[in-house]
C-alpha cells in the first residue's frame, strides 16, 4: 500500500491531565488548513464537553478504527484522526488500515460548552498514553477540551517539536472520496432504541456469522434479525466484526439508525451505522466486503473524467466556506450551474478531500486536506489506462455503440438512457456496481471530446 511520506510535527504529545477544576484533555495539532490558509497549529476550539465519558469513548472508537487492519490483520503507519471544525461542531474521522471501514465522530453543538468553534482540518496527535487515559475518565468530573496549542505553546512553536513519521496511502485518499459517493446514495432503512441496539450489537459478537462475510438484516418488529438472503427492506451488513468499534460507546447510545442502499439482488452494498450520543454522533460506514477497501469502487470515475467537472469544481470550491452543511440546490443558484453539475463538482473535489458527505443531515460538508486532485488521477489505474486508450485512438464511435481495442481484442460498449455497458470481464463481473470499466470510461471520454469539438 503505497504512499506519499508524511511528517506530522506537533508541539507536545496530546495529553489528558488533572486541573483545580477537573479534567483537561488538550489534543495537539498539526499541519493543518483554515480561511486563512496553511497554519503549523491551528486551534479549533476550548471549552467543556457536555458528555465527558461519551466523548472520550468516540474519539477512541475513531482511534481504533485507524489503528486496525480488519482484513489481512497488520500494523497501520499512520494511525491520528483527522479532525474539522465547522463553526457548530467538531468532527473526527479516520480509515481502517484496510480502508474498508470509515469512521467519523462529530461532536456537536449541545455536545460542546465553550466559545465558537474555528473553522478548518488538521490531524490530532492520540498517543498510547493518551488511549490509555481517555479510557479512564468518567462522567464524574467536568472535561475541559483543548483542540490545537495553548498561550504556552503558542509562545515556543519556534522551540522543539514532537514529530510523527509515516506514510499516507494513496488509496485512503480516493477512500475518503469513494465513502463520500456512496453515503449520499443511502437510505435510512431501520432505527432501534437504545436497549434493541445493544442487544443487537452484542448478539453479533456472540454469533458465528462474524466469520461468514456479508450477511443482510431486516427489521423485525422493534429490532433486526440476520437473513442469509436480501429480502425486501433488508441491509447489507459486510463482515459484522467490523462494527466492533461501536461497542467502545454502546452504553451511551439512545438510539441506533441503519443507512444502505435498496438491496441490488445478491450483491453485497456499502452500509452505514450511526450511534446516536448525547451531543454527538459516531458513524461507522463499511465497504461491501471485508477484503474491498473503498479506494477500489470506483464512484468518482465518471466525475474524473471530465473536463467540464474539473471547472466546475473550481468554480464551486470559491463558493465553500467551511459549511457544516453544503447544499448543492443553495450552490447551484450562486454559481449558476445545474444541480447534476454542482454533484459532479462535488463529487470532483471529494477526490481532495476537500467534500465529505453526513448522512445524517443528508447533505456534503466542507473540509480541507493536503491532497490534490490529479494526484487521485494519476493513482487510478482505470482511469489512466482509459486515458491512454483514447489517446491513442483505440476508441471508434458509431452512434450508441462504441469500439475499444485493448490488448489485441476488441470491445464494445453501448450506451443506453446515459448507462455504458461494456462487454469485457470486468463489466460481466460487477454490472456497473464498482465503476465503469476502462472501456466505458475511454468512451465517455472519446464522446465529450467529441462533442467538444477537441477530437
Do not use: Y
Given at each position: 500500500m503505497a504512499g506519499s511520506p508524511q511528517t506530522l510535527a506537533y508541539t507536545r504529545p496530546s495529553e489528558l491531565h488533572e486541573t483545580f477544576g477537573g479534567l483537561a484533555l488538550g489534543l495537539e495539532t498539526a499541519g493543518g488548513f483554515t480561511p486563512v490558509g496553511a497554519e503549523a497549529h491551528p486551534t479549533f476550539f476550548a471549552g467543556f464537553l457536555t458528555s465527558p465519558q461519551a466523548a472520550a469513548r468516540g474519539l477512541l472508537a475513531v482511534a481504533d478504527v485507524a489503528a486496525t487492519r480488519y482484513y489481512q490483520a497488520a500494523r497501520p503507519g499512520l494511525l491520528d484522526p483527522v479532525v474539522t471544525g465547522n463553526g457548530d461542531r467538531l468532527r473526527f474521522e479516520s480509515f481502517s488500515g484496510c480502508c474498508g471501514v470509515y469512521a467519523r465522530l462529530d461532536v456537536l453543538q449541545d455536545g460542546l460548552d465553550g466559545a465558537e468553534t474555528g473553522h478548518g482540518t488538521t490531524n490530532v496527535d492520540v498517543n498510547a498514553p493518551l488511549r490509555t487515559a481517555l479510557s479512564r475518565i468518567t462522567d464524574g468530573d467536568p472535561l475541559h477540551l483543548r483542540v490545537g496549542p495553548d498561550e504556552l505553546a503558542v509562545t515556543t512553536m519556534d522551540?522543539?517539536?514532537?514529530?510523527?513519521?509515516?506514510?499516507?496511502?494513496?488509496?485512503?485518499?480516493?477512500?475518503?472520496?469513494?465513502?463520500?459517493?456512496?453515503?449520499?446514495?443511502?437510505?435510512?432503512?431501520?432505527?432501534?432504541?437504545?436497549?434493541?441496539?445493544?442487544?443487537?450489537?452484542?448478539?453479533?459478537?456472540?454469533?458465528?456469522?462474524?466469520?461468514?462475510?456479508?450477511?443482510?438484516?431486516?427489521?423485525?418488529?422493534?429490532?433486526?434479525?440476520?437473513?442469509?438472503?436480501p429480502v425486501v427492506g433488508a441491509v447489507c451488513l459486510p463482515g459484522p466484526e467490523r462494527l466492533a468499534a461501536l461497542q467502545q460507546v454502546l452504553r451511551h447510545a439512545t438510539r441506533l439508525r441503519v443507512f444502505g442502499p435498496a438491496p441490488d439482488g445478491m450483491a453485497a452494498t456499502a452500509s452505514a451505522w450511526e450511534l446516536t450520543l448525547p451531543g454527538m454522533r459516531l458513524t461507522l460506514t463499511l465497504s461491501p466486503e471485508a477484503g474491498r477497501g473503498f479506494s477500489g469502487e470506483g464512484a468518482v470515475l465518471e466525475a474524473l473524467a471530465t473536463d467540464e467537472a474539473a471547472e466546475d469544481a473550481e468554480a464551486v470550491a470559491l463558493l465553500l466556506s467551511w459549511e457544516p452543511r453544503v447544499d448543492p440546490v443553495d450552490l447551484s443558484e450562486r454559481s449558476g450551474l445545474t444541480v447534476a453539475r454542482v454533484k459532479a463538482a462535488l463529487t470532483r473535489l471529494g477526490t481532495s478531500g476537500r467534500v465529505g458527505y453526513d448522512i445524517a443531515d443528508a447533505c456534503y460538508f466542507h473540509r480541507e486536506m493536503p491532497y490534490d486532485t490529479d494526484r487521485a488521477e494519476r493513482h487510478n489505474p482505470r482511469l489512466v489506462a482509459a486515458r491512454s486508450l483514447f489517446s491513442s485512438g483505440a476508441v471508434r464511435l458509431d452512434g450508441t455503440l462504441a469500439a475499444v481495442a485493448s490488448a489485441d481484442v476488441t470491445y464494445l460498449v453501448r450506451e443506453q438512457d446515459g448507462a455504458l455497458s461494456c462487454t469485457c470481464r470486468w463489466w460481466a463481473d460487477h454490472r456497473g456496481r464498482r465503476g465503469p470499466c476502462k472501456h466505458a470510461l475511454a468512451v465517455r471520454i472519446a464522446r465529450r471530446a467529441t462533442a467538444d469539438g477537441t477530437r
Open positions: 522551540g522543539q517539536v514532537v514529530e510523527k513519521k509515516g506514510r499516507l496511502p494513496d488509496r485512503w485518499l480516493r477512500g475518503f472520496a469513494e465513502a463520500q459517493v456512496v453515503s449520499a446514495q443511502f437510505d435510512l432503512r431501520a432505527e432501534l432504541s437504545a436497549a434493541e441496539a445493544a442487544r443487537f450489537l452484542r448478539s453479533l459478537s456472540r454469533s458465528s456469522s462474524a466469520s461468514r462475510g456479508a450477511m443482510w438484516v431486516v427489521p423485525a418488529g422493534r429490532s433486526l434479525r440476520l437473513t442469509a438472503r
